[in-house]
């Protein structure tokens, strides 16, 4: 039957170190790449900003009908 014997069960091996510190690193790579992009883009992700509301700064020469010379 299923669940007697020596019990010895599934005893699978650690990861190496190696592997612990790539998974680590990988995963706090991750985590601050969404954070920095829900910094940037977290308002419109979640509905309260337009994405065509501006960048954030002045328009000062995009686009100015008055001519400077």
């Known amino acids: ?6 019990g010895a069960g599934f ?3 650690l990861p190496g170190l190696k592997y612990k ?7 706090a790579t991750m985590w601050f790449f969404i ?15 337009h994405p065509w509301e501006g960048h954030g700064h002045d328009e000062h020469g995009h686009g100015s009908h008055t ?3």
């Open 11 to 13: 005893n699978p091996h």
């Open 35 to 49: 954070f920095y992009r829900a910094r940037k883009d977290g308002m419109k992700l979640l509905g309260l900003k």
């Open 21 to 27: 510190l790539l998974s680590t690193t990988l995963g």
């Open 1 to 6: 039957m299923a669940g007697h014997g020596n």
């Open 67 to 69: 001519a400077h010379h």
